[in-house]
């Protein structure tokens, strides 16, 4: 059991959502308790851990038998004396595994559905601003059954956000989403994050996914919560990583495109401050774009390396060194957190510590590039 | 004897008021069976397919001690309304066995997304459950209206057959028969085989449309 900690410096963490509670349902019981900040928390575990039953009971779409569920300071739930806030009363926007978009409504009477019943004092959330942010202009007068699965999934999220939620919930929006529009959708949730500030809790199966975007973690086992706190050591600790097999952790940076190379030439994206030097790609440049990169990609060295055919060589200090089942997580921050994998032998011969500088290397070939925005629809 | 048109009036009257009784109970028992899991089920599905199994005439014996002179609802037997009530009770059976399959039809996540975006139970109804149902409801209360206008053993126990009050579509022609008035008769047969064939012309007509329909909205939901 790992305790709750801090989370990344400069989010506030102090409880947007505090809940403690119980429901039974058949042999199946659910007994958790938590705090959720105003980051974005990861909800993760195994298939029937109950992820899916806590966010309902939190959405307020099922009753807990007993506990207290606490949103900003408002009771939504009470076990004793009873109290229960129903969900139309909640404001907490719900975004659900396949969008469940209603069929019979546009996409613009889709998003405006939830925004009408919004008072007008509670309009926080500047509807034409999230049709921008998720690309959704082009697709208004559409019908929902003419989308693409990654186009559904941002539809529902603006609907869910053109109420202006003070915590949105979103199941598994990527279950049913091919690779490349992980991405895509990966970013727009970064983007409506850090633009709109509205914290989220997101339930993911994809260790590489929590790790790029949440800024803390919930561990859910059998309907109880096993491990809480910030994703790198959540996620990495022995205990918890064996829950999820051998699931390779990728590094997933937002970039933008410099140079698309092409012909034996190589690429060039901007990830906040560094560049990186790419395989050749059919992006224009200043066009966003995901870097994955495998943790057990990169070779760190203590010293800068010369006379490499690799061809990035970047400069971070190490933030963290977790020891898992079967070696070394380092965490190295080169503007953002990067994930190295390591071997416990390589980390004794180089005695490694928080704080040291350390140099990346990684092959030019060993990057992949994920679209961060459709290239074309439909 | 009563007009032909006194005829026709009188059966589209008791048949719409049959109609305001049986829609509203149907809907609500449909809908009871279909999104609660509720004790009893099967005694509500029992009680109510009844009517379609029992002979008509049972229905409206069991009606006339309800409603007669010694019942607890004295006063009430041999009305228009007695009429309407006795045509509600046998066109429930159908309504409710139509509305059933075309609330299954609805996705229940969509009903809960509507409420976690702030729509209470009856405007989720009135915005989601109801479009999304509509063409099965619509054929539901259409076989339910054909089936009232053709009502003819439970009205005549419980109801009589009162020219101006109670005689129906169905009951004009029996008694015209019954006078050799064949030349009469035929009128009024006429008149209910053109009604009967509109009307499930129409219900076909939306029950196919409301298949495919169907069909598009879940693949829509890219399950």
Redesign the interface.
Known sequence: MISPEASRPGRDTNGVLRFSFTRVQGDFSLEVAGNFGAGITALFGPSGSGKTTLLNCL???LKPDDGEIVLYGRDLYRGSPKMFV?????????V?Q???????MSVSGNIM??RA??PEADRRVDVDHVVDLLGLRPLMDR???SLS?GE?QRVAIA??LA?SPGLLLLDEPMA?LDAHLRGVVLSYLRRVHDDLGIPMVYVSHSISEVLALADDALVLSRGRVVASGRPSRVLLDPVVGGMFGDDPVENLLDGTVIEQGGAGQSGRVRVGAIEIVTPPMDRPSGAPVIVALGAEEIILATEKPSGLSARNVIIGSITDLDPVSNGVYASVDIGVPMFVELTQGAVDALSLERGQDAYLVFKTSSIKLLDAEPLVDG | MSSDLTIVLLSLRVATVAMLIALPIGFGLSWLLVRKQIRGRFLIEAVVSLPLALPPVVIGYGLLILLGNRGPFDGLAFTTFAASLASAIVALPLIVRTFVVALEGVDPRLELAARSLGAGPWRVLMTVTIPLAYRGLVAGALIGSVRALSEFGATIVVAGNIPGRTQTVPLGIFTRIQAGDDQAAIRLVVVSITLAVATLIVHDLLLRRGGLDGRRNRAGFGA
């Open positions: 959405a307020g779409l129903p969900p139309e009363k909640r404001r907490i926007g719900l659900f396949d969008g469940a978009l209603f069929p019979h559905y939830g019943l919004t019908s929902p059954g699965g559904r609907r869910a109420m049913s």
